[in-house]
Structures are given as C-alpha cells and as structure tokens.
C-alpha cells in the first residue's frame, strides 16, 4: 500500500486523525506519520495490527523525544507481509505526570523499549505488567535523559 | 623469569652431584609470587578485547604465569578493563573483597583511570580509585596489548619490593601502641 492508501484506509475508521507532512529539507523518509492522541493509541494499534490491508505486524522501535515544553513518543511499524511502514507521534503535555497507555499487549517486542524510556525519560505507560528500571539502578533518581535533568554527584564523582 | 637470573642476595656453592642455592624468604615468596599472578577473569567493555587479545597465543601472558580464573577465591589480580559504570562499582567493590591477599588491581585505559570520554556522563564513575586501591594505571583507549604486557611487568618489580617482615611489623605496630 502507498502512504495515502494508508491513510485513507485508517481515516476510514478514525477519520479525526492527522497526517504530519513532510517540511521541506526535513531528513525524513517517505512513509505516512501519524499525530494520534493518547486515548486512542492502543484501539488504533490494534486495528493497524489485525487488519488485513495494513497488518502491520512487526514494531521497529519505540522511543521518545522530550521537546522541553512537551514530550512525545514514536512508534515506528513495519509490515513484512505487505512490506509499508506507518510512523505514530503521540505528544503527551503533561510534563509532571507524562502518561501513555502500553501497546506490548499488541507487540510484546514494545515491553523492554517501554521499560527503557520509562528508565530515561519517565514517562509512565499505563497498564504495563512491569514498569521498572531496566538499565540503571533501581534506587536512581531522576530520569537522565529529560533536558532538564540535573544529575547529582555521589561518591562515585 | 628463572631465579637466578632475578636480582636478589642469592649464594650459590656447586657441590658434588649439585648445587646449593640459598636465599632470602622474601627473594623467593616474592619470586613465586610475581611468577604465577591469576587474574579474574572479568571484562566491564571494549578494553577486555584487548585484554583477551593478551592473554591469547599472539601476546601469550602464559609466559609470565598468567592464567586467567574464574573465581576471586583463587585470584591475585584484578584488570578492571573498561567503563566502570556506577551500577557496576558495587560489584568491583563486592568482587574485590572476595579476593584474597595479597591481591593487585591493574586499571588498564581511560575509562577506568579517570573516567575518560564518559567524564561527563551521569551513569559513569570517575575511575575505579574511588572504589578500590589501583596498583598499576595503563593509560590508552583502550592500550595495546604491549601496554598491558609493561603494566603487568611493572606490577611484576612492585611485588619484588614487599618484605614480609616488614609488612608484619607493620600490622603488629598499631596493636602495640
């Protein structure tokens, strides 16, 4: 499927949703992006997966971008039977309390990712089994990877 | 790496059928103990390639009695090779504890030294010093096998300095006084 045919396809279920366009210059391939809201994300990962015309069964990457005034996290999807890709942005405002529903109930491979950028940036995915600290340890403060973060010197500085 | 070719008060008598070789305690501990050090086998990150590369027939560290373990009950040297990260220090700490005396720490590369490219990172500890007493520092990033070879043999003329007498009387002070 093209990019528009992929976009027709899930505006024809979600017909809120918006394409992000490509700005000119940008370093950015050719493939749909998607802005979704957080509320919806996990309905509409579940129709991206299971529809047979998208079936987007494989999930690249999960990762997360902290804009300073806001935070946003990325789903980049592959099918490998239809062999289309599919970019979702979800922007979360709240920067105190950063919230995003789970999708490793949809791909199981977004378990460890989600662990990591709760790890780094602290954004909490709701409903995951198992949120807790995957690569630093477990008595850290602070999320590293936030713009704002300040690390503090312990007695291995 | 034989005995007699090592600098120490040896006295040598050739005697019908032999020869008599008298030395010092301290020549001779020392010399078995330079000649057979064990290090833990442990590797923190890209340094340990080198480090593996080492021990390897190329570079061979076996000439100097350097057999790698698997244990710190059975080690005498830690190279603590690579990024001492601060998740991993206490682990440095809890291994080098295991590890009976006399027991040497080589820190071998920047990382480990000082901290080195990750200086300014969060999750990286300022070089191994602040956790354990280093021995011998390797400078490189990471250091070539020569290097390690030279810090081993360094390590090597320091253990042939210790006086067991002198280190006994050392610990005895303190309880006197």
């Known amino acids: ?157 | 790496m034989g005995i007699l070719l090592d600098k120490g008060p040896i006295y040598i008598e050739k005697i019908p059928g032999g020869t008599i070789l008298m030395s010092t305690a301290d020549t001779f501990i020392n010399w078995a103990r330079k000649s057979s050090i064990w290090p833990l086998t442990f590797g923190l990150a890209c340094c340990a390639i080198e480090m593996m590369a080492t021990y390897a027939s190329k570079h061979d560290l076996d000439r100097f009695g350097i057999i790698p373990r698997p244990t710190p009950r059975q080690a005498d040297l830690m190279i603590i090779a690579g990024t001492v990260t601060k998740k991993m220090a206490p682990r440095i700490e809890l291994l080098y504890h295991q590890m009976p005396e006399p027991r040497f720490v080589i820190s071998m590369g920047s990382c480990s030294n000082s901290g080195g490219p990750y200086y300014d990172a969060y999750s990286v500890c300022k070089g191994v010093d602040k956790v354990i007493p280093v021995d011998v520092y390797v400078p490189g990033c990471p250091p070539r096998p020569e290097a390690l070879i030279s810090a081993v043999l360094a390590l090597q003329k320091k253990i042939e300095g210790y006086s067991m007498l002198a280190a006994a009387k050392k610990k005895a002070e303190p309880a006197a006084t």
């Open chain 1, 1 to 157: 499927m093209t990019a528009a045919e992929i976009l027709s396809t899930i505006q024809a279920k979600y017909p809120g949703l918006q394409e992000i366009p490509k700005v000119l210059g940008q370093a950015r391939g050719d493939e749909l992006y998607l802005s979704v809201s957080a509320a919806e994300l996990h309905a509409l990962c579940q129709f991206v997966r299971f529809d047979p015309g998208l079936s987007f069964d494989y999930l690249s990457f999960v990762t997360s971008v902290d804009w300073k005034t806001h935070f946003e996290v990325v789903y980049y999807l592959v099918s490998t039977l239809h062999k289309h890709k599919l970019v979702l942005k979800v922007k979360v405002e709240d920067r105190t309390n950063p919230e995003v529903p789970t999708i490793s109930t949809v791909w199981p491979t977004a378990d460890w990712q989600e662990r990591e950028i709760y790890d780094m940036m602290g954004i909490k995915f709701k409903g995951h089994y198992n949120l807790r600290r995957i690569l630093l340890p477990d008595d850290w403060e602070g999320f590293p990877l936030r713009k704002d973060y300040a690390p503090k010197p312990d007695r291995y500085d």
